[in-house]
């Protein structure tokens, strides 16, 4: 089947090759261009998604970071007021009890009231992120907690009645999840916390009395997305080195351990799914700001560009083979219509023209050819009405041509009777018509000039011995010209018509010159009489009658002279007529001198 296809409609057919490689080409160059801009555009929807995630991230390690850095801030705080550092201290280092009663007596005798539990209470209430804020005094064991209605409770946490202390004794500066023993001491059950701890030492010994461990609320974080809420694509976590959520945008792993803490050093690793990895480390604080985006989701975002891509690809291709197989079909219609002509050509019929009116390559080509259907028009028709006054000319002028062989015995038998007689001018006259005779009937391959001139002064020698001393002739001819090819007895009619119509008998001076020159690559011939000459009428008549019809005009051997000639040479053949009555006459020939050379009618 696909053979059949390809043998009918593809193996001889140049255009529709031509089409299927173009589209071919354009097809595989436009899906190649597409795939590349798909992949480098996905590969930047890919890095804007990310770095607006990486973005984000920042954002969240900013906020943890200031929050951080105000709970050291706190404890800086501390330090740098010694009345406050001096009443933290002591807070932590006796019971509770005994500093409401240090804080009475100082007020008493001092007449200044203790504001060291104060100063945490003010720290809360200008942090609204703080959900709660609490002392831990390693000496007593006890926790003061603060919330966010402003009331304040002191829990005692002593190794014996719960793991506080042990939980409260690991070294532990970083930003972590709340500690589940102190959740249930203070009751507070809300996953959506982080625990930021600082160290309080006493000032002035540098001995470990206590902490300082605030609750924030992991909600704030958003405050810090507010900006990429609707843009944010994938999900961002805050992690604990040991895989604790601190901070979860999806609301999925509170409460839990991070299930892919292993792939989370990868640039890319399946997860839920397939996904593609970011990491923020904060080591001072601890922890680890992760941002993941799953591939099938910055896919969908790039279904947009891929479905215009697709489109736009579709159109292109549509379009570049659509206007080219215009293009190509109109050519090939054209091309065909030049085939179906040259075949009709092929028939024989040279009369049909291709009609085609464009100028390009086609209509060059087609014009070229109806130049040279003309041109052969011109040449056959040159040829043949050439070959036809050819014959007619040769018929008219020797009509005993049936039988030569007869004609020229008869003729030897009447010269050798004239000789025996004593009339020798007869046996020359009848010898020149002899000889005249054979070179007019003897075919040849190429009929020269030399020829001619032969056939004419065989025939001006008879009339010279006609007319005696009356007549003379003379014909100038280089020798270099007696072999150029010539139309045969074009002369002959031109000297007929002096001898016939010019001559005077009873003048003793009648003179004919024949002249042969060349000039440019052109022969002419000029024959000059002293004869009768024409009256101007007269001549006006011959002229035109050069160019009538053989049916119309008389001159019958000067107008078949003319018209030989332009048939077989054309426009650059010609033949002038200058006379004047008493005076002479003067017929001027000329042809190309190499055209037409070798023609079988020459």
Known sequence: MIGSVYRRYIKNNLFMKLLLSFALITILTIITLSYLMYHVMSQSVVQREMDNQKKAMESVNAFLSEKYESVQSMVLGVYRDPRLAADISYFLQHDF??????????????????YG???FANRLEDDPDIRNL?????????????????????????????????????????????????????????PRLFAVRAVMNDKNSLKYIGQLLIYFDSDGIWKSLASYKETLKGTILVLTPNGDVIFDSSGTYYGKSYPYMGQIQQETGMLEQESYITTLAQNQAGYVVVGTIPKQEIAAASQGWRRTIIIASVLGILIAILFPSLVVINFAKRTNKIIRFMKKVETGDLTSRII???????????????????ELNRYIERVYKAEIRQKHTEFVALQARVNPHFLYNTLEVIRMRAISQGAQDVAEMIFSLSALFRNVVQQKAVYTLKDELEACRLYLE?????????????????????????????LQPIIENYIVHGI???????HAVIRFSRENGTIRVRVEDNGRGIEPQRLEEIKEALGAPEEIGGSFGLRVVYERLKLLHGNRAGMELKSKPGVGTTVTVWFPEKEGAGESDV
């Open 356 to 374: 085609e009116p464009k100028e390009d390559e086609l209509g060059q080509i087609s014009r070229s050819f109806n130049d040279m259907l003309d």
């Open 97 to 114: 009890r005994d500093y409401i009663e240090h804080g009475l007596n100082r007020y008493y005798e001092e007449d200044v009231a203790p």
């Open 504 to 510: 005077e008998a009873d003048r003793d001076d009648n």
């Open 117 to 119: 539990l104060s100063y």
């Open 462 to 490: 008879l009339f010279r011995i006609r007319y005696k001393d009356r007549f003379t002739y003379a014909i100038e001819c280089d020798r270099e010209l007696y072999g150029i090819p010539v139309v045969k007895m074009f």
């Open 134 to 190: 609490m002392l831990y005094s390693a000496e007593k064991q006890y926790l003061y907690v603060y919330n966010r209605q402003k009331s304040a409770k002191l829990h005692m946490t002593d190794a014996v009645h719960s793991y506080i202390p042990d939980a409260m004794a690991l070294d532990n500066k970083n930003v972590s999840v709340p500690n589940p023993w102190i959740r249930k001491e203070i009751d507070q059950w809300d």
